[in-house]
């Protein structure tokens, strides 16, 4: 009767020390888990994970901000500009269609200093130079005038367009180094930790795919402005070169005039 009490003590004994290993274990791991969540940021908004994110990413993540807030700037500005020029220009247009005469259409646009203004002034200003005389190489001086004239308008309305560009084609891959730079650090912070836990790791994963996600929120305005913009800047030099073509016809049909004028006399 002895032995199986005492054999009873024992194994009650085990079970007891088991128990109270595993629990021991169980609130060390809290404990541990509860030091490490402790130590990581609270705050996973993208505000938070920016100034939580190292100096080369926060760097990024900033130059891509102002790099989106100069494609928008450069969109507002140029769709003011094309619109106005846009709107001289078919204003010029009419002028033209309505105007019998190269001195007409001159004393009409006055002092304007649109571009089919200028076009009109650098028409007369060949016609004054060749003393009134519209011989052969009339139309082609005028012709040289005017492309000059149009090339110069069509560069003032395509700057800052540029600028449109290299933010679509080089946005992404600064992001992307943004990106590859946090991960970098993350697993510094691993080695450093000694452990695997995700949550360890998650902050700094996700600081590094933000600045690839402002990469793409820079370069995708900034290829679909840069498309708008080239579509409008090229109806604007639509636009001019009717204007040349009606100047053409106009010096043309003067043309015509005085050799009628010549055969009557």
Not at 37 to 42: C, F, G, I, S, V
Not at 206 to 217: F, H, K, Q, R, W
Request: net charge positive; charged share 15%; hydrophobic share 55%.
């Amino acid at each position: 009767m002895t032995r199986p009490r005492q054999n009873g003590v024992t194994r009650g004994a085990l079970a007891a020390a088991w128990l109270a290993a595993a629990s021991l274990l169980s609130t060390n791991a809290a404990i541990a888990a509860s030091a490490d969540m402790a130590a990581l940021p609270r705050d996973l908004s993208p505000w938070g994970m920016f100034v939580n994110a190292d100096m080369v990413v926060r760097t990024v993540m900033i130059g891509l901000a102002l790099a989106s807030l100069a494609a928008w700037t450069v969109w507002l500005a140029k769709s003011i500009e094309l619109r106005r020029n846009v709107t001289l220009a078919r204003r010029g247009l009419d002028l033209l269609d309505n105007g019998a005469t190269l001195a007409q259409v001159e004393a009409e646009c006055g002092e304007d200093s649109d571009t089919v203004a200028q076009m009109i002034r650098s028409v007369a200003r060949e016609a004054s130079l060749s003393g009134g005389i519209q011989d052969d190489g009339f139309a082609d001086r005028v012709s040289l005038r005017l492309e000059r004239v149009e090339a110069a308008a069509v560069r003032r309305a395509a700057i800052g367009t540029g600028l449109l560009a290299s933010i679509g084609a080089v946005a992404p891959f600064v992001g992307l180094f943004g990106t590859v730079w946090g991960i970098m650090n993350a697993f510094i912070g691993i080695s450093k930790a000694n452990t695997t836990n995700l949550a360890v790791v998650a902050p700094g994963i996700a600081e590094a795919l933000l600045a690839t996600a402002l990469g793409l929120v820079a370069a995708i305005p900034a290829v679909v402005i840069y498309n708008h913009l080239s579509r409008r800047i090229g109806s604007y030099r639509a636009l001019l070169g009717d204007a040349s073509a009606q100047l053409l016809l106009l010096i043309g049909r003067e043309a015509a005039r005085q050799r009628c004028g010549r055969r009557a006399a």
